[in-house]
């Protein structure tokens, strides 16, 4: 029994080898060429993966260096802004400063100006009472004075 044992397994494997045995290497073979396709393609997709994540880093580390930039140029801008509308007002500020002082120069000389004048009239009308009325030096001072307080009030 041994013996016909080893003779249907030996016929076995002989037509196993003649009729199965290439086509399960060849299914084998296809396999392994699709497994290593496959595991080539994975890495390719890794690669293109990691190309794809380092120039995403790279255009993020643009954009904010950009953006500081930005950031840091509307600064300065709005600081040269500041400035030049600080320098306006003080222009504005002196100019009206100035006028002002102008104008106070040409009211204190209207105001000396009619002071004069004024003082001009009374010396005018004081003398002219005086005139009026010829007296000794005693009284002309008294007149004098008692006329002045009149038109001083």
């Given amino acids: 029994m041994a013996l016909w044992t080893w003779i249907v397994f ?4 002989l037509l196993l080898r003649k009729f199965a045995w290439k086509p399960i290497l060849s299914a084998l073979d296809e396999r392994e060429k699709k497994i290593k396709q496959s595991l080539e393609d994975a890495a390719e997709a890794k690669r293109v993966l990691d190309e794809t994540i380092s120039q995403q880093k790279d255009i993020l580390g643009k954009a904010q260096e950009e953006a500081i930039q930005m950031v840091q140029r509307s600064r300065e801008t709005a600081q040269n802004v500041a400035m030049e509308i600080e320098k306006k007002a003080m222009h504005e500020a ?5 006028g002002a002082r102008n104008a106070i120069q040409g009211e204190k000389a209207r105001a000396v100006a009619e ?6 009239t009374l010396a005018v009308m004081v003398a002219g009472k005086l005139i009026s009325e010829n007296l000794d030096d005693e009284r002309n001072q008294k007149l004098s004075e008692r006329y002045i307080h009149e038109i001083t009030g």
């Fill in 10 to 13: 030996i016929a076995v494997l």
């Fill in 94 to 98: 002196e100019r009206m400063i100035e």
């Fill in 115 to 120: 002071l004069r004048k004024e003082a001009a």
